[in-house]
C-alpha cells in the first residue's frame, strides 16, 4: 500500500507519453502546460488529510502535507487535459488575428483565465471539505473561458467529457488493483458517501471539471483557437 499512490500517479505519464510520441505539434503545449500544471501538486496541505491522507515517498505527505507523487500526478494530468481534445477530435492549432484580441470580448480574457484561482481562495472557507471548492472553482473557470471565448464551448465540453473518461477508467483500475486502498485512504466520511462503482462522486467530479478547464486552457491563455485539419474553419 506504501508505494500505490506512487504508482497510480506515475500511471498517468503513460498516456502522457504517448499524446507526446503521437502529436509532435503539441509537444510545446504539452510541456508548457504539465509544467505549469505540476505545480499544483504543492497545494496537496489543502487536502491531506481533510479529504484522504496516501501513504507516500519518505512518508512526507504524512509528515508535511506536501508529496513526490502529487507533482508527478499534476504534471501529467495537465499535459493530457490540454491537448485531449484537438488529438480525439484531429484537430490543429491557428493563431487569432491581432485585430480579434483587442475585440470588445476580449477585455475580461485575463480575468477569465484566472476565475478558478480567484474563486478557489473564496470558496475554501466555506464550512466544506475542500474538494468542493477545488470542483466549483474548476467549473466557473470552464465557464468563464467560454462567456470570453464562446468558440472554445466544444473543446471545453468534450475535453471535460473526455478526461473524465479516462480518469474514471483509471480509477477503476485502482479498485481493481488495490482493492480496499479508497476505503483506506479517501476520507469519506467527510465526503457525500456517494460511490460510483466504488469510486467516490468527488473523484469523478474532479476529472470532469478539471478536464472543461484545462481542455481551453492554452488556446485561451496563447491567443490561439482550435481548427479542423481539414483546413474549412474561418480564421478572421
Same mark, same amino acid.
Given at each position: 500500500?506504501?508505494?500505490?499512490?506512487? !504508482?497510480? $500517479?506515475?500511471?498517468?505519464?503513460?498516456?502522457?507519453?504517448?499524446?507526446?510520441?503521437?502529436?509532435?505539434?503539441?509537444?510545446?503545449?504539452?510541456?508548457?502546460?504539465?509544467?505549469?500544471?505540476?505545480?499544483?501538486?504543492?497545494?496537496? #496541505?489543502?487536502?491531506? #488529510?481533510?479529504?484522504?491522507?496516501?501513504?507516500?515517498?519518505?512518508?512526507?505527505?504524512?509528515?508535511?502535507?506536501?508529496?513526490?507523487?502529487?507533482?508527478?500526478?499534476?504534471?501529467?494530468?495537465?499535459?493530457?487535459?490540454?491537448?485531449?481534445?484537438?488529438?480525439?477530435?484531429?484537430?490543429?492549432?491557428?493563431?487569432?488575428?491581432?485585430?480579434?484580441?483587442?475585440?470588445?470580448?476580449?477585455?475580461?480574457?485575463?480575468?477569465?483565465?484566472?476565475?478558478?484561482?480567484?474563486?478557489?481562495? !473564496?470558496?475554501?472557507?466555506?464550512?466544506?471539505?475542500?474538494?468542493?471548492?477545488? !470542483?466549483?472553482?474548476?467549473?466557473?473557470?470552464?465557464?468563464?473561458?467560454?462567456?470570453?471565448?464562446?468558440?472554445?464551448?466544444?473543446?471545453?465540453?468534450?475535453?471535460?467529457?473526455?478526461?473524465?473518461?479516462?480518469?474514471?477508467?483509471?480509477?477503476?483500475?485502482?479498485?481493481?488493483?488495490?482493492?480496499?486502498?479508497?476505503?483506506?485512504?479517501?476520507?469519506?466520511?467527510?465526503? $457525500?458517501?456517494?460511490?460510483?462503482?466504488?469510486?467516490?462522486?468527488?473523484?469523478?467530479?474532479?476529472?470532469?471539471?478539471?478536464?472543461?478547464?484545462?481542455?481551453?486552457?492554452?488556446?485561451?491563455?496563447?491567443?490561439?483557437?482550435?481548427?479542423?485539419?481539414?483546413?474549412?474553419?474561418?480564421?478572421?
Amino acid at each position: 500500500m506504501h508505494y500505490i499512490w506512487l !504508482i497510480w $500517479s506515475s500511471a498517468f505519464l503513460l498516456p502522457w507519453m504517448l499524446l507526446y510520441a503521437l502529436k509532435p505539434a503539441f509537444r510545446s503545449e504539452m510541456l508548457r502546460v504539465s509544467l505549469i500544471t505540476s505545480l499544483l501538486g504543492l497545494s496537496e #496541505p489543502i487536502f491531506v #488529510p481533510r479529504y484522504w491522507n496516501p501513504p507516500s515517498l519518505f512518508d512526507l505527505a504524512q509528515r508535511t502535507g506536501f508529496d513526490i507523487e502529487s507533482l508527478i500526478f499534476c504534471f501529467a494530468i495537465g499535459g493530457i487535459g490540454a491537448v485531449a481534445y484537438n488529438t480525439f477530435a484531429n484537430r490543429r492549432l491557428g493563431m487569432i488575428s491581432h485585430a480579434e484580441q483587442h475585440s470588445s470580448r476580449h477585455r475580461w480574457h485575463r480575468l477569465a483565465i484566472s476565475a478558478p484561482f480567484i474563486a478557489f481562495p !473564496i470558496l475554501y472557507f466555506l464550512p466544506w471539505n475542500p474538494i468542493y471548492p477545488g !470542483i466549483v472553482a474548476m467549473a466557473i473557470g470552464g465557464i468563464a473561458n467560454v462567456l470570453c471565448r464562446p468558440d472554445l464551448l466544444r473543446n471545453t465540453l468534450l475535453g471535460g467529457m473526455l478526461f473524465l473518461l479516462l480518469y474514471a477508467a483509471f480509477m477503476l483500475l485502482l479498485t481493481l488493483f488495490a482493492p480496499g486502498y479508497i476505503e483506506a485512504v479517501w476520507n469519506l466520511p467527510a465526503l $457525500s458517501g456517494i460511490l460510483v462503482d466504488s469510486i467516490p462522486l468527488e473523484e469523478l467530479g474532479f476529472g470532469f471539471t478539471f478536464g472543461l478547464y484545462w481542455a481551453g486552457i492554452y488556446e485561451h491563455l496563447t491567443w490561439h483557437r482550435s481548427l479542423s485539419n481539414g483546413g474549412h474553419d474561418h480564421v478572421p
